[in-house]
Every structure is written in structure tokens, then in C-alpha cells.
């Protein structure tokens, strides 16, 4: 009994020094919040997962952003064996009839170049191996010395493989993907060195940090170096330039219509597929023929001139 007594009045001491004091709610299960974002999508996994992914945006200098003029002197630095002038004549068909970009973000460094590589298809070496292997890639080469691959844009750039920046594993646009060729080994150190000076000498400033945007322009003796230069400086018209682009007739097997390829299939998959990148066939079929109203518009001008 005085055991008892004893506890009610312990309990009595307790009661008395906690009254008035409210123990606070427990608080809420912590929520993530979903802040509208530039280019930023969401993806509910679960109810109570968020993965938050950048989606891929196509890179384009800011208004009033500085944009150095390159001059890439295929000429002054081909070894005398066409090495070099093959390589431009295949970066200039894939400006002049794939529309790739001339205006490219410089992002040097193995972080950028490593990943681009696997977007393309470089990684893979789609132009090793026998007949039957590059078959199965899809892919064909000039010959068993072009076996190196000429991505274009480059893969320093953010232009270089998807042509987007943000990717991952994204399906393939074929509107931005850079394009692949198989070259001889020898001529892309030439064609390296070539584009270092060629940056050290570009206006009105070098092209040398992080993100520093350059329009590149070809000095070369090679088919579609010539034509690029005609059609950007407006002595091409539309239908011209697809007349160029399009033809297979007459041309020779070392032509790039028969040697520019684009990857297929998403990265990471060891079997790469790949395309021919024809414009205006396969996975380039987006690009129509011209209208016969701008044919006559282009007729029309001509007159006028």
C-alpha cells in the first residue's frame, strides 16, 4: 500500500510539470517539389519516386554571341596523298547535302569527346573488319586503309554525336546525329594538327576555352568543298544543290554519297546498326525535293539578274 502512494505521487510530480506542454505532430513525409524548369521533364517511376531527367536541347550560339571564323587549310596540310582533302571533301558533303552544322560549340576534353564517340557509332569501329562484319553493321568502306572513322560534327563539339545536348540514351534524331566515314588513320593527325592552327588563327580570336562558338570554312580543291563554298556564298540554287547531293550516276565509288553513314540504334548496344546517309533516302527521307513553285521562283530570279 505505501509502495502505491509512493507512485501516485511520482506520477502526480510528472503530470505537474508537463501540463501545458503540447508534443508537436509528427512531421510530414518529406515531398519533392516539382519546380517548372527550363528543358527539365519529370518521370513518375513510382508514386513516391521522382527522377528528374534534362531533356535534350540542339545547341545554337546566344543572340549577340561571338562567333569565330575558322579557316581549315586542307590544301597547305595534305601530305601530297589526298589523305587530308578525302577527309574535308567528306566533312563538306555531310554540311552541303546533310545539313550538318558549320557553327559548332567548342567542348574539348575527354568527359565530352568519350561520350559523343558512343553516340555516333565511333566506338563501336564500324569500318574494321571483313566484308561480312561491316555488312552486318551496315555499313561499307573504300577500301581495307579506311578503317578510321571521320565523325562530323566533330566530337569535341557540342554539335558531335546526337547533335544534341543532354542526351543519353535517346532514340536517334537523324536530323542531328553526326554522320560517320571511314578514313585512312593517317590523314586524321594531319587533319588535327590542321584544325589546331586553324583554331589558334581564327577572327577575331582564338578558339580555345569551354563553349566558344566558331563557324568553320573549308579551304580545299575536294568536290564538295567547292560546292559547299558555292552554296554558302549563294552561287547554288536549291535545286542545284540537290541535284549534287542526290546524284549517284557517274560517281565513283570513293565518293562520299556511297561512304557518309549515321548510326541506327540507341547507345550501348554492342551490335550497332547503321544507314547509308543519302539525302533524300532511307532515314534521310525527310528531305524533299524541291517544290516546282521554287523552282520557278529560282528561274524567275535568275531572269531578273
Known sequence: MRKLIQLAGILSFISSRVQGFVVPPLAPERQVAETPATNISTQTIEESITIVKRSPTIPSPAVGELVREVLLDCIKHDPGDGALEDICNVDCYAHLCLDRPTTMKYTPGKTNIDPNRILSGYGVRPFTGDDEKMAARGVARLGPEHQSGEEIPFASTAQGGSGQEGTTDEPVDFTTQALLAGVR??????????????????????????GDWFDIKYKSDSYYCLELAKWRSGQLTAQQREDICRKKEGKGKEDPVFRVFVKTTKKGQRNAKFAPAVRGEGVFDYFKPVSRRAQTAEKEEEKEE
Open 185 to 210: 588513320a593517317e590523314g586524321q593527325p594531319i587533319q588535327g594538327r590542321a584544325l589546331a592552327e586553324a583554331y589558334r588563327e581564327a577572327t577575331p580570336s582564338p578558339v580555345q576555352n569551354m
